[in-house]
């Protein structure tokens, strides 16, 4: 069993931003690959960032590519999203996910445990 409690989360002006923490518990963290999903109002859940267990590996939404970037310090059981260069169609809630391999995947549906969400806010 994982646990996920995401934060970082808040009100931004567009051009600014944001470092999003997700805390992990469990031992088997580092065994998992992690990723990032959001979701706007009335919009289906879309994948943002996603790692595999080590670090070495990432994948990200075009929307997002060069702008954001997902790390892990399995150590400390975190995992972060870096988001630069935020825009107003970065606004929604974030989720922090953990698949129960090793190497990740792009549909959340492949995800087993869910963090609560934080929302992001991007004012124009």
């Known amino acids: 069993q994982v646990q996920l409690v995401e934060s970082g989360g808040g009100l931004v002006q567009a051009g600014g931003s944001l470092r999003l923490s997700c805390a992990a518990s469990g031992r088997t963290f580092r065994n998992y690959a992690m990723g990032w999903f959001r979701q706007a109002p009335g919009k289906e859940r879309e994948f943002v960032a996603a790692?595999?267990?080590?670090?070495?590996?990432?994948d990200y939404a075009d929307s997002v590519k060069g702008r954001f970037a997902i790390s892990r310090d399995n150590a400390k059981n975190q995992v972060y999203l870096q988001m630069n260069r935020l825009k107003p169609e970065d606004t929604a809630v974030y989720y922090c996910?953990?698949?129960?391999?090793?190497?990740?995947?792009?549909?959340?549906?492949?995800?087993?445990?869910w963090g609560q969400g934080t929302q992001v806010t991007v004012s124009s």
């Open positions: 996910a953990a698949r129960t391999t090793s190497s990740y995947a792009i549909s959340w549906s492949q995800y087993a445990y």
């Open positions: 790692i595999n267990w080590s670090g070495g590996s990432t």
